[in-house]
């Protein structure tokens, strides 16, 4: 078939060329006939129609330069001689490709995943239609989650005002223990509790089966089904095809498979692929150790909306308000209402509600990742600059040594235009090489990127995988890169005149400026690259010889929830007290402690507490709690400074019911609100409404440690937990040596008691701490790396300037020399120019600091965004490197006898 077309396009294109040519041979001869009637001779008639004309041959040539496929023929003649020119320059051709690929490749790779995690739609019905709806001001309840939460009974309010929204639903992530059968060992595996309109609002169809509706969420514990995710079906069922109609045990209950959800859907939290999805009417089943599905005052639910068509967020937001201060004031008059001040009456009835576009859905992975992201893309984009510039300035290099060429070119009449294209046509088709070149590269890239992100999160919803939107990406990048790197010789090319293309010598003088500018830029992006890799590394340094707050090598750590697979409540602490028992016996272990809620994983529980310490007063923000069993301070390392830690004393007598008796503080509550004094034998309550009772007695004060980060240093309160209420929870244990073994000790401990109980999160806490620091050692790794590489950019760029300007003052060196100038001399002047460059390059430097310094910022710990030491010790690196990289060019042409050098014109 390609053979025909061409054939067709040749005999179609003769057509025309005889069209043409009869129809200009027509004009010709009747404008040669009027001047012979005129009486003109015919010779100097048609001499004259010529230069009327301007020349036959000319005139078709303008015609021609009209038709359509002549430019995509000089397309494919310049790409062909293009490809040709750069075969016969094997070394510029590879350096040139390979620096291309190195920028676009990166570039590639972080955008893939940017795209996927800040760009990327749910893929869901009119996605843009999705709205999410939340509280805005105090809402008085009990919230669990990061956000603005909303209470499943507030959330089906929202499902009737169908005046704005097609559909409302609400979801809550959490973590389920499943098994695939009776006998089968359970595991932790996230999990989403919704709506029964989750998937009819959302409309996505199931692979399999059908998907939760409204029936299915109707009475609570009545409705035992669960839709599977396609890749939990896959990998945890392979693929079984009877899958529905199966039973699986959710947290020991069982359950029966509805449907398989569709490959595509991954739920609307990136980055957190639930398993299964659970009706809201399930909720006490798929968390036993909490309810509250009905309470009013529970806020755990994200609520989404799908907005009518024709309507906008914010005329949804304003509709709903009228509705939204009515039930506020319904809510007030409910039972159950609590007790509060006149103050807070007033906050909970100024709350409102919010409606915002959610297309993307609602993440908190995105949330922790959006700002590291976009400061590797910018990283990336500023290594594909630098590329470009050094291709830009090779580029140059090979324009000067094709300079007889093309003075030749234009000798014979070749348009500025035309050089420009021809040069253009090399670095574009360098740039497609290179930008082909980085495709294959990306995914490396991409996946190494991966390998830094928490394991329960990298490869889930994630891929390094590159796609058609990235293929665009680097198809647009290469591109311009390509035109940014003709723009220099093309530029330099069209400074050439007439007369000086016919010289046979060409100074070159505006080419090394213009090589010298191009080094310039690249010392200047390059030393904000070192900057940046310098802070980065800095920040991760200082956080982890910070540390959490105690001696971590010896420790370590794990999680229990028994009554997630199935244990009563009563069982479960029986079978706790066992676990205890038998871990407390193995010869390693030193200290054993437990608490309520797990450190350096990013979650907390936290909350308002009143005080009363003579006076009585509320804390003027929530302070992170968390109930500990005796003893765990001790394991820890960490030291009560004043007062004591938690005994028997601080527990209720038998029979007795309550809350805690007692509380321990640290250092940064004392300091905040007893400055100056101790708050040991102060009272505290839970909650800052005005019937909180204050009957916790603070008994001690302890050192300082990390919550949920390592950045944070928060007011912490610890409550008591005693291990006789034990039915789960994190614990921790001090080991004797390297804790590493002593993993499958804990292991086989716990299996003696129950082998079906699975261990989450079993690790040693330096791993834990290392875990913690994953987005700043992913920034400190990936910014040195591209510094690094962006430093060889650079030296490769300056030495190849410094080598032509050696060349070029190669005979002013043998004269200098043959009149006593020092060899030392002659390098110092080299040596002197580059120093100018460098000089100028880390000038230019310092607002590009400045400006990235506002980006990052947000990144950083213990270190300023504008480190003088830090650019300072930057600068001194480029400037060592750089200079050494013109020592060698130089000493070089030092070494030429002054004979050599004198005849080397």
Not at 189 to 211: D, K, N, Q, T, W
Not at 763 to 768: C, E, G, K, L
């Amino acid at each position: 078939m390609g053979k025909i077309a061409n054939l067709l396009g040749r005999r179609r294109r003769a057509r025309m060329e005889e069209d043409l040519d009869r129809e200009l041979r027509y004009h010709f001869d009747r404008r040669v006939e009027d001047m012979r009637a005129a009486g003109i001779a015919e010779g100097e008639a048609r001499r004259r129609v010529a230069i009327e004309m301007g020349g036959i041959d000319q005139v078709q040539e303008d015609v021609r330069e009209t038709w359509t496929w002549r430019w995509i023929e000089d397309a494919i003649r310049d790409a062909r001689y293009a490809a040709r020119s750069l075969a016969r320059s094997p070394g510029f051709t590879a350096t040139a490709v390979l620096s291309l690929a190195i920028g676009v490749g990166a570039s590639a790779a972080i955008f893939s995943l940017v795209d996927q995690v800040l760009f990327r739609l749910l893929p869901v019905r009119e996605p843009e239609r999705l709205v999410a709806v939340d509280w805005n001001g105090n809402s008085l309840s009990y919230g669990w989650g990061p956000g603005a939460y909303m209470s499943y009974p507030l959330c089906r309010d929202l499902m009737k005002q169908d005046r704005f929204f097609d559909g409302v639903l609400c979801r809550f992530p959490t973590v389920v223990m499943l098994a695939s059968g009776e006998g089968h060992q359970a595991e932790p595996v996230g999990a989403e509790i919704v709506s029964g309109s989750y998937f009819p609002v959302l409309g996505v169809v199931p692979a399999m089966g059908r998907h939760l509706d409204e029936q299915d969420d109707v009475q609570p514990g009545a409705h035992p089904v669960v839709v599977l995710s396609h890749a939990y079906w896959q990998t945890a069922l392979g693929g079984a095809p009877d899958v529905v109609g199966r039973k699986l045990l959710l947290n020991g209950f069982p359950m029966t498979v509805v449907g398989v959800a569709s490959p595509r859907f991954r739920g609307m939290d990136i980055g957190e692929a639930p398993a299964v999805w659970i009706p809201a009417s399930m909720k006490a089943q798929a968390t036993p150790e909490w309810d509250r599905l009905l309470d009013r005052r529970a806020g755990f639910m994200q609520v989404f909306g799908r907005l009518r068509p024709g309507v906008g967020a914010d005329e949804a937001q304003a509709g709903l308000l009228p509705w939204f201060k009515t039930m506020l004031d319904e809510d007030m008059r409910r039972e159950g209402f609590p007790k509060v001040t006149a103050e807070e009456r007033a906050k909970f009835l100024a709350s409102t509600i919010t409606v915002r576009l959610a297309p993307l859905g609602r993440s908190n992975f995105r949330q922790r990742m959006d700002r590291p992201l976009v400061v590797l893309m910018a990283a990336t984009l500023f290594l594909l600059l630098l590329a470009s510039l050094n291709v830009a300035s090779l580029s140059l290099a090979r324009a000067a040594a094709r300079s007889r060429e093309i003075r030749t070119r234009i000798a014979l009449g070749a348009s500025r235009v035309r050089i420009a294209t021809l040069l253009l046509a090399d670095s574009l088709l360098v740039a497609l090489a290179g930008g082909s070149l980085g495709l294959v590269v990306a995914p490396l890239v991409s996946r190494s990127l991966l390998s830094f992100l928490p394991q329960e999160a990298a490869g889930v919803g994630l891929s390094p995988a590159m796609d058609g939107r990235v293929f665009v990406f680097a198809f647009l990048v290469s591109a311009v890169a390509g035109v940014s790197c003709a723009m220099a010789p093309a530029w330099q090319a069209g400074r050439v005149s007439l007369i000086g293309s016919l010289n046979q010598r060409w100074s070159g003088g505006a080419d090394v400026r213009a090589r010298k500018a191009l080094v310039v830029g690249q010392i200047a992006f390059t030393l904000t690259l070192l900057v940046g890799a310098g802070l980065f590394v800095q920040t991760l340094a200082r956080l982890v010889g910070q540390g959490p707050g105690f001696e971590t090598a010896h420790v370590v750590t794990f999680g229990l929830n028994l009554k997630r697979v199935g244990y009563s409540q009563e069982n479960a602490q029986r079978a706790t007290q066992r676990i205890l028992a038998e871990l407390r016996s193995l010869p390693e272990v030193a200290g054993l402690g437990v608490a309520g809620n797990t450190l350096l994983q990013g979650e907390n529980w936290n909350n308002f507490l009143t005080v009363e310490a003579g006076r009585r007063f509320v804390t003027d923000r929530p302070v992170d709690l968390n109930p500990v069993t005796p003893g765990f301070f001790a394991t820890l390392g960490t030291r009560v400074i004043a007062g004591r830690d938690f005994d028997g004393r601080d527990a209720r007598p038998a029979g007795e019911t309550g809350g805690p008796r007692s509380a321990v503080v640290n250092e940064s509550f004392a300091r905040r609100y007893f400055p100056g004094g101790s708050p040991v034998g102060a009272r505290l309550g839970l909650g800052d409404q005005a019937d909180a009772r204050a009957d916790m007695e603070v008994v001690g004060v302890v050192r300082d440690f990390s919550y949920r980060n390592l950045r944070e240093k928060t007011e912490q309160a610890f409550l008591p937990l005693f291990e006789g209420t034990l039915s789960g929870g994190w614990f921790y244990l001090r080991v004797r040596g390297v804790p590493e073994p002593s993993l499958a000790s804990v292991r086989t401990a716990v299996a003696r008691v129950d082998p079906a109980v699975p261990l989450m999160g079993l690790r040693t806490f330096d791993d834990q701490v290392a875990r913690s620091l994953t987005t700043e050692r992913m920034l400190a790794t990936l910014s040195t790396g591209f510094a690094a590489i962006a430093l060889l950019l650079s030296v490769v760029g300056l030495c190849g300037v410094m080598a032509f300007v050696v060349t070029r003052r190669t005979t002013e060196i043998g004269v200098r020399m043959a009149l006593g100038a020092t060899r030392g001399r002659a390098v110092s002047l080299v040596v002197a120019e580059a120093a100018a460059m460098i000089a100028l390059g880390t000038a230019l430097a310092l607002p590009c600091i400045w400006a990235a310094g506002r980006v990052v910022e947000a990144q950083l710990y213990g270190v300023t965004a504008i480190d003088a030491p830090t650019i300072a010790a930057a600068s001194l690196l480029l400037t060592l490197v750089a200079l050494a990289a013109a020592m060698l060019p130089a000493w070089r042409a030092a070494s030429i006898s002054p004979t050599e050098a004198l005849r080397f014109e």
